[in-house]
């Protein structure tokens, strides 16, 4: 298990911390490196840009280098089951979709959301809403987007609590209706309030306003509306 952490880890660190116009990565031992605890041995070539101008296809060639080496750590980990592995492939297919950088078959990204999804990653849930929500590689399907936006919310995702709570006072979510429930509702805001959620607590303090699912008072409401404010709501 340390091992596909490992890699899940450095595949997201380069992805987050190098620019591939800057640093190439080649001759990668990854069983090797990880299995003695030792740092990847990665051949690490820096290019100044104020002494040497590479060329433009340099440059592409060790974007295309650099990205591919991400894929194989994702790709691995994800195999050994990292759901943060599977969850990281799935968006950057689907990134990439967006700007026409790979030939991505939106079916690919959601079966990689998906099997992080069903590990229990919040993430990958809430990625999922939003794929049926937005429509663009797939056809807008509100219903799965909501009953997906729920288990982001019983997963632990503060965002997808908010929306979802927003949904069951108003009893329609994107023109489409669903049940309302305000004590659930009452629950989420709370929790998300609890974790100094913004939006959430300002919503929370609506419901106190409004007697909504618990006894009116203004005064609570008051000190809700202060802490949104405070939290730059």
Same mark, same amino acid.
């Given at each position: 298990?340390?091992?596909?952490w490992?890699?899940?880890?450095?595949a997201m660190?380069?992805?987050?911390?190098?620019?591939?116009?800057?640093h190439?990565?080649?001759?990668?031992d990854?069983?090797?490196?990880?299995?003695n605890?030792?740092?990847?041995?990665?051949?690490r070539?820096?290019?100044?840009?104020?002494?040497?101008?590479?060329s433009s296809q340099?440059?592409?060639?060790?974007?295309a280098?650099?990205?591919?080496?991400?894929?194989?750590?994702?790709y691995?980990?994800?195999?050994?089951?990292?759901?943060?592995?599977?969850?990281?492939?799935?968006l950057?297919l689907?990134?990439?979709a967006?700007?026409?950088q790979?030939?991505?078959?939106?079916?690919?990204?959601?079966?990689?959301?998906? !099997? %992080?999804s069903? #590990?229990?990653?919040? @993430? /990958?849930?809430s990625?999922? $809403? &939003?794929?049926? =929500?937005? *429509?663009?590689?797939?056809?807008?399907?509100?219903k799965k987007a909501?009953?997906y936006?729920? !288990? %982001?919310?019983? #997963?632990g995702?503060? @965002? /997808?609590?908010v929306e979802y $709570? &927003?949904?069951? =006072?108003? *009893?329609?979510?994107?023109?489409?209706?669903?049940?309302t429930?305000?004590?659930q509702?009452?629950?989420?805001?709370?929790?998300?309030s609890?974790?100094d959620?913004p939006e959430?607590t300002f919503?929370?303090?609506?419901?106190?306003?409004a007697?909504?699912?618990?006894?009116?008072?203004d005064?609570?409401a008051?000190?809700?509306?202060?802490?949104?404010d405070?939290?730059g709501y």
């Amino acid at each position: 298990q340390g091992i596909i952490w490992a890699k899940a880890f450095l595949a997201m660190f380069l992805a987050d911390n190098l620019n591939p116009d800057n640093h190439t990565f080649e001759d990668v031992d990854l069983e090797d490196g990880l299995d003695n605890h030792q740092n990847i041995p990665l051949k690490r070539t820096l290019s100044n840009k104020q002494q040497n101008k590479k060329s433009s296809q340099s440059q592409q060639n060790n974007n295309a280098k650099n990205t591919e080496i991400i894929y194989e750590l994702l790709y691995d980990a994800s195999e050994q089951g990292h759901a943060y592995a599977q969850y990281s492939i799935a968006l950057k297919l689907y990134n990439a979709a967006n700007f026409d950088q790979r030939n991505t078959d939106i079916n690919t990204v959601i079966y990689y959301y998906e !099997l %992080a999804s069903r #590990q229990g990653l919040a @993430d /990958a849930t809430s990625a999922l $809403s &939003k794929l049926y =929500i937005d *429509g663009d590689f797939i056809d807008k399907n509100v219903k799965k987007a909501a009953q997906y936006l729920k !288990l %982001a919310a019983e #997963q632990g995702n503060i @965002d /997808a609590m908010v929306e979802y $709570s &927003k949904a069951l =006072i108003a *009893g329609n979510w994107f023109d489409e209706e669903i049940e309302t429930n305000v004590q659930q509702a009452f629950m989420w805001l709370s929790k998300a309030s609890h974790y100094d959620h913004p939006e959430g607590t300002f919503f929370l303090g609506k419901m106190y306003l409004a007697g909504l699912s618990v006894e009116k008072d203004d005064q609570k409401a008051k000190e809700l509306f202060q802490k949104a404010d405070d939290l730059g709501y």
